[in-house]
């Protein structure tokens, strides 16, 4: 080995390796002088661009970026050399080429330092990904028809079918009450395929964000349990809480929560035998909340186990086979959890049997929720993005007592997944978070299209190098503040950002055939939102054309109507689905969508849980800035 190095060396073979190796790659790659001139190109880049070799060789390499790009590409180039290390270029940003034609292409970037002697040149490797881009559209694409033009109409499917079985299904001859419940539970197995293909799509993407804060088990377990109990009694399964379990809090989102919890049950229920229970477990460990869902089936083949959370996986038998699904309930069950701070196995239960098991952090003072809901819902709402927890809880508390309404994000990820999916009044940036770079943070929520003139407000130890930086000149940020921020410096800024945009209280619409109801809800609202009330369908889409709504409250049963059949005109005037509040004696068979945000039955939930429940939903309602006349 130590000869053919040797030979390497002296023969100058390494160089004549490097050389077949860079022109054999499959993707781009140009080498790049400390002036930022092309000194070498494979013939790929020659492909990609549609420059001959010689054309390139010796020019900037700006000339392979966009005109409208150069000057922040030739600030991060600057950037770059003083501390220069292997990675990619554009972390969270979209990149882009330019041909020789004129024509851009979206691309990824691998930067790679090569230090020769004294001199720095810079090995970058560049991926057309113009077909990935356009499979991501298409995938788009597919997802916003399953999402409007097949879960909307079969959710109201399902759940008027579910009413016709409940209600008049012995008034109906034997033969036609089969179909009918088979219908309901075919209909039903279909929009759950469809809520898991987009729910597993939309966490892999990002594009969920997780509310986290204090969540008492107890009551989640008890509830999860009541809301699969006609699940279990199909099945002729018993589901219980443990009498053992101890009573912890966690810190997590409860949606997401309960969707772990419930896609376990159901999955607990569906190989459990006639007459068995399924039995869950609350334990803890130190600082570790375990909660355990054990049935009684047949337990896990060997060769499935390590295929068991994978998307569309399902063990080979007869067995599997008969029980049906999608095989994404686990997919999305490991996901949840993950993006929780969590983890989650199983093992074999004693007597026979699995035991699912997912481990969690308990609450702790320190943990608390980062979608501020304890705010009026009409406070306008900012977005504070800071790594210390402590000094966030006093600022929220502090601009809360003046009117605002704040949320945390205290890693870049988060912050850009909570811009995105919530128009903020403003958005006070701290450079120092632990995940990223402040700056770059700001030009990720700057091209997003929502916060092109969301007013931005910059927090640092230095805030004039900050104003000096000349990235930052290009961001629009109205105000630098010293750190720590003085509160009454912050809110001069806030008040003067939004002096000129008046917030409108939130509007529910409330459809119920009983008068009484519509009554005490109205009263119960009262202090959240405006309340327009109709008792028929006809009554609601004339107040749907009157007036924007920004919530609705339904009840399914309306006379003879199904008030599930306004699902499709509840859209706001960018034609997007309003967020819906299922308050119904049917209210715990609906299925949970994107557009139903929660269900709860009359039988079960009080006038207080329905309130709490309306509040938490306006917390995260998009800003209700009262357009100027034009």
Not at 21 to 37: H, T, W
Not at 38 to 66: C, K, T, W
Not at 140 to 145: D, I, L
Not at 424 to 453: E, K, T, V
Request: charged share 25%.
């Amino acid at each position: 080995m130590h000869a053919i190095r040797g030979y390497i060396v002296e023969s100058n073979l390494g160089e004549q390796m490097f050389r077949l190796a860079v022109e054999a790659c499959p993707n781009g790659m140009v080498m790049v002088d400390s002036d930022g001139k092309m000194v070498m190109v494979n013939s790929e880049i020659e492909h990609q661009f549609g420059y001959a070799r010689e054309e390139l060789i010796g020019q900037a390499v700006d000339m392979l970026v966009p005109s409208r790009l150069r000057d922040q590409h030739a600030s991060h180039r600057h950037n770059f050399t003083p501390k220069p290390e292997s990675r990619r270029m554009g972390a969270g940003r979209d990149l882009f080429g330019v041909r020789k034609d004129g024509t851009e292409f979206p691309v990824e970037v691998g930067l790679n330092p090569i230090h020769a002697g004294e001199h720095l040149l810079v090995l970058g490797v560049i991926v057309d990904i113009s077909q990935r881009k356009h499979m991501e559209r298409l995938k788009e694409e597919f997802v916003s028809t399953v999402s409007h033009e097949l879960r909307t109409p079969l959710t109201s499917i399902a759940g008027s079918l579910g009413l016709l079985v409940g209600q008049w299904s012995g008034q109906l001859p034997e033969s036609a009450a089969r179909l009918l419940t088979i219908a309901h539970k075919n209909s039903q197995r279909l929009v759950r395929l469809i809520n898991d293909i987009l729910d597993i799509e939309k966490i892999e993407s990002g594009r969920v964000v997780f509310n986290f804060g204090r969540v008492g088990l107890s009551a989640l377990l008890q509830q999860a349990i009541e809301d699969n109990r006609g699940f279990a009694e199909g099945y002729g399964v018993h589901v219980m809480l443990d009498p053992n379990s101890v009573d912890a809090d966690i810190n997590a989102d409860p949606d997401r929560f309960a969707q772990v919890i419930t896609n376990l049950i159901s999955n607990a229920i569906k190989f459990s035998p006639t007459s068995e229970q399924v039995t869950l477990c609350v334990s803890t460990h130190d600082k570790i909340v375990r909660v355990e869902v054990r049935d009684h089936g047949p337990g896990i083949p060997q060769s499935f186990r390590s295929r068991i959370f994978e998307k569309f996986a399902q063990a080979d038998g007869t067995i599997s086979k008969q029980k049906g699904g999608t095989g994404l309930g686990l997919s999305i069950v490991r996901q949840i959890v993950e993006r929780l701070g969590g983890r989650v196995g199983f093992e074999d239960a004693e007597g026979g049997g699995t035991v699912f098991y997912v481990d969690l952090p308990a609450w702790d003072i320190a943990a608390s929720g980062e979608t501020d809901i304890g705010a009026a819902p009409d406070a306008p709402r900012v977005l504070l993005c800071q790594s210390d927890h402590d000094q966030a809880i006093a600022m929220r508390l502090k601009l809360r007592q003046n009117g605002f309404a704040v949320d945390f994000a205290h890693a870049s990820s988060a912050a850009v997944d909570r811009a995105a999916a919530t128009a903020y009044a403003a958005i006070i940036i701290d450079p120092a978070l632990r995940d990223g770079n402040g700056i770059d943070l700001l030009f990720q929520i700057r091209a997003q299209i929502r916060n092109r003139s969301t007013p931005l407000i910059g927090i640092a130890d230095n805030p004039q190098l900050e104003k000096s930086d000349v990235r930052s000149s290009r961001l629009d940020v109205l105000e630098w503040l010293h750190k720590p921020v003085d509160a009454d410096a912050l809110l001069t800024v806030l008040r003067t950002a939004h002096a000129s945009k008046p917030q409108r209280r939130p509007k529910i619409l409330h459809v119920d055939a009983d008068y009484d109801v519509l009554s005490l809800v109205s009263y119960e609202l009262r202090a959240v939102a405006d309340v327009v009330s109709a008792n028929s369908l006809h009554g609601a889409r004339q107040l749907l054309a009157a007036a924007p709504i920004d919530l609705a409250v339904l009840e399914i049963a309306i006379g003879t109507e199904s008030g599930l059949d306004l699902l499709p005109e509840l859209r706001d005037a960018a034609g997007d689905p309003i967020p819906v509040v299922i308050f119904s004696t049917a209210g715990a068979a609906m299925p949970r969508s994107e557009q139903v945000q929660a269900t709860l039955s009359k039988s079960t939930a009080s006038l207080e849980t329905l309130c709490a429940t309306v509040r938490g939903q306006l917390a995260r309602l998009p800003d209700r800035t009262v357009k100027e006349p034009a």
